[in-house]
C-alpha cells in the first residue's frame, strides 16, 4: 500500500523557518519524481516544489524561489522541504505528492503569524 506521511508543520513567525517532512513507503521511493503541493484557506491546490529523479532536476515556483529547499533521503524513503524566510502568504496545509498523480499524504498545516 502507499503510504506518504507529512509531519513537520506548526505555527512560525513571519521570517521564520520550518522544515517539513514526508516519509514515504509502499513503492519505490527513489525512482519516483516527487512534490510539495499545498492548499490555502478558500483557494485550490498550488504546486510548490518538484524533484526530478532521472535528471536530479529541481524546480520551484517563483514566489518561493530561495527561500525553501526540497530535497530527500533515499536510505530513509523521505522527501523534505526546507523553508526559510517564511511569509504569511505562505500559510496552508502542505502536501507531498507522487508527482503527476493524485497520490498525496495527509497533509500538513503550516501558519505563519505573528
Known amino acids: 500500500e502507499v503510504q506518504l506521511v507529512e509531519s513537520g508543520g506548526g505555527l512560525v513567525q513571519p521570517g521564520g523557518s520550518l522544515r517539513l517532512s514526508c516519509a514515504a513507503s509502499?513503492?519505490?521511493?527513489?525512482?519516483?519524481?516527487m512534490s510539495w503541493v499545498r492548499q490555502a484557506p478558500g483557494k485550490g491546490p498550488e504546486w510548490v516544489s518538484k524533484?526530478?529523479?532521472?535528471?536530479?532536476?529541481?524546480r520551484y515556483t517563483d514566489s518561493v524561489k530561495g527561500r525553501f529547499t526540497i530535497s530527500t533521503d533515499n536510505a530513509k524513503n523521505t522527501l523534505y522541504l526546507q523553508m526559510n524566510s517564511l511569509k504569511p502568504e505562505d500559510t496552508a496545509v502542505y502536501y507531498c505528492?507522487?508527482?503527476?498523480?493524485?497520490?498525496r499524504g495527509q497533509g500538513t498545516q503550516v501558519t505563519v503569524s505573528s
Open positions: 505528492a507522487i508527482d503527476g498523480t493524485a497520490i
Open positions: 509502499g513503492f519505490t521511493f527513489g525512482s519516483v519524481d
Open positions: 524533484i526530478n529523479r532521472r535528471g536530479g532536476n529541481i
